[in-house]
């Protein structure tokens, strides 16, 4: 079965295409810019023949022409690997969240209403993915369209660990519960672990997964299965992002208006100017933020251990609610490419029983790294995360009605 796989950003596209069950990758993409009409970037791989198309300064206003671009080169006699669009059968995306669609669903009216009625929980993330899906059926009206929702791996979690303080007729009436994100990463490496666990012979085992980049998030796994997440309701939560501020005290956001500030300035603070740029004033670049503490940067140093003890926290609850540890795992852009920040995380935990390998940290390349010292009681690992694959999967594996 060919499927392709879409992930949408407020200003990007990226595309895999996918031969299914067999997970062979025909063809990737990936736009920049959308939105621009004189400086977007589109690149195209064919993954059989190394075929490549990189394009910069180009006119890309809409979501629209950026999945015309691609579908252009997927199907064209220099660079194709198909000879129609009509051959892709299903298309599968990494949507966010979608009242009363938790997990894996057909991208239908009654779906795609469930977008719009959350959109305020993510409206720059949903209101991509709303343009790029009602776009892309246009292109494509025979294929049947599914929803990876990043909320599907979480339905795991006990209800002790969804639930919120508040009046528990909120939850009925309007679903108010932690919902969890990343799901797509976090079911990625749920899938290593059990092959690598089927491999060492083991029936059960506890791990947490850390995906840490431009935004990030702590996952609790239990035998494959998300038990515990970092992120609440919204994405606005859990440790600090990037950009964006993490937990916080609700009440702070009453004070900020009593002392004059709009909403909007609110807003922008917490998710725009929050987090390792709010704290830092530097950078939401990790890397920049890591080497101005370096260089003597006193909040830059600042914005790491605040970082580095969020992250340190959520492990330490999570060992608790896993009653143990066998496996922590680091991925996405800084968990994979900062060694110095995962060292920073596990000397915090080290009470854990857990010890890096310096050497194997500082020098880690290949798909399932071990960066964990002889003596450690837990492996620590570091696994390129690859959600698109885990989106084909699930695509893959839906029953449609």
């Known amino acids: 079965m060919k499927i392709l796989v879409c992930n949408a950003g407020s200003t990007s596209l990226k595309f895999k295409f996918y031969e299914m069950p067999e997970a062979k990758l025909y063809a990737q993409g990936h736009v920049e810019r959308v939105g621009s009409t ?42 194709g690997v198909i000879k129609d669009i009509l051959e892709i059968e299903r298309v599968g995306f990494k949507t966010v969240l979608s009242k009363g669609h938790f997990g894996i669903h057909e991208l239908d009216e009654g779906a795609m209403q469930g977008m719009r009625d959350w959109f305020a929980l993510a409206p720059v993330h949903n209101s991509a993915y709303i343009a790029t899906i009602e776009t ?9 369209f599914v929803g990876v929702f990043e909320t599907a791996f979480h339905q795991t ?25 990343h799901g797509a990463s976090h079911g990625f ?12 012979g083991k029936e059960h085992y ?10 990030c998030s702590i996952c609790a796994i239990e035998d494959g299965k998300s038990v515990d997440t970092s992120f609440g309701m919204s994405l606005e ?40 740029l709010g704290i830092s004033g530097v950078s939401n670049d990790s890397r920049y933020v890591v080497e101005a503490a370096e260089n003597g940067n006193e909040r830059a140093k600042l914005a790491n251990d605040v970082f580095v003890t969020n992250i340190a926290h959520y492990i330490g ?5 896993l009653n143990g540890l066998d496996y922590l795992v680091f991925t996405a852009g800084i968990g994979e490419h900062a060694a110095d920040i995962r060292k920073m995380v596990c000397d915090k935990v080290a009470c854990l029983g857990i010890e890096l390998d310096d050497e194997k940290n ?16 837990v492996k620590v690992l570091v696994i390129p995360t690859n959600e698109e694959i885990g989106i084909a999967r699930r695509t893959y594996e839906y029953q449609s009605k």
């Open 136 to 144: 892309m059926r246009e292109v494509l009206p025979d294929a049947l």
């Open 38 to 79: 004189d400086d977007a970037v589109f690149h195209y791989k064919n993954c059989e023949t190394g075929a490549k198309v990189d394009l910069e300064k180009q006119n890309i206003p809409t979501y629209k022409e950026g999945i015309q671009m691609f579908l252009g080169y997927l199907t064209s006699d220099e660079t």
């Open 317 to 321: 609850q999570f060992f608790v609610d």
């Open 189 to 200: 490496i749920a899938d290593n672990l059990n092959e690598i666990t089927k491999k060492e």
């Open 237 to 276: 939560s859990g440790v600090i992002h990037a950009n964006r501020v993490g937990d916080m005290d609700s009440s702070i956001l009453y004070f900020l208006e009593s002392e004059g500030l709009s909403r909007e300035e609110i807003l922008k603070g917490c998710q725009k100017n929050g987090g390792l």
């Open 157 to 181: 979690i006990p209800m002790e660990r969804k639930i919120f303080g508040l009046p528990y007729e909120w939850y009925e009436k309007y679903g108010i519960q932690r919902l969890g994100y």
């Open 206 to 215: 506890r791990a947490i997964s850390c995906h840490l980049g431009g935004s």
């Open 362 to 377: 500082d020098n880690c390349h290949g798909d399932v790294v071990e960066i964990s010292s002889t003596n450690s009681n």
